[in-house]
């Protein structure tokens, strides 16, 4: 019986999108699952680095290191644009580091204006 009510329960929570997080928690709060909107040729795109077209129309251009290729060095002017990139990467990934510290691995996620 009791099994049947969580089996119940679970497949409810699937069918409104969210998701069962499992492990210690504080209180039980439900979060939205977050939905993909690229499409498949959008995703293949991105991997292969291209960018496509509505995303360049809309002024995004790929920020993505360069590589050195076996016996092949980079040219000063790809070390330079590496450094500029990975300065304003760093930028950004540090201040997500200092508030996942700040909030002990705890990061409350929350879509729009929606409050925990």
């Known amino acids: 019986m009791?099994?049947?009510l969580f089996d119940?329960?679970?497949d409810t929570l699937i069918r409104q999108g969210l998701e069962e997080k499992e492990g210690c928690a504080v209180d039980g709060t439900f979060v939205d699952v977050p939905k993909?909107?690229?499409?498949h040729t959008k995703n293949e795109?991105?991997?292969?680095?291209?960018?496509p077209e509505d995303l360049t129309e809309r002024g995004f251009s790929p920020q993505i290191c360069e590589k050195r290729v076996h016996?092949?060095?980079l040219t000063p002017l790809q070390r330079f644009c590496?450094?500029?990139k990975s300065h304003i990467r760093c930028r950004i990934e540090h201040i997500f580091g200092a508030?996942?510290?700040w909030m002990g691995d705890e990061i409350l996620r929350t879509i729009r204006l929606k409050r925990a």
């Open 99 to 101: 508030k996942k510290k």
């Open 71 to 73: 016996n092949h060095p």
């Open 8 to 10: 119940l329960f679970y």
């Open 82 to 84: 590496n450094r500029i």
């Open 45 to 51: 795109q991105l991997k292969q680095s291209m960018i």
């Open 36 to 39: 993909q909107h690229n499409s």
């Open 2 to 4: 009791e099994r049947h």
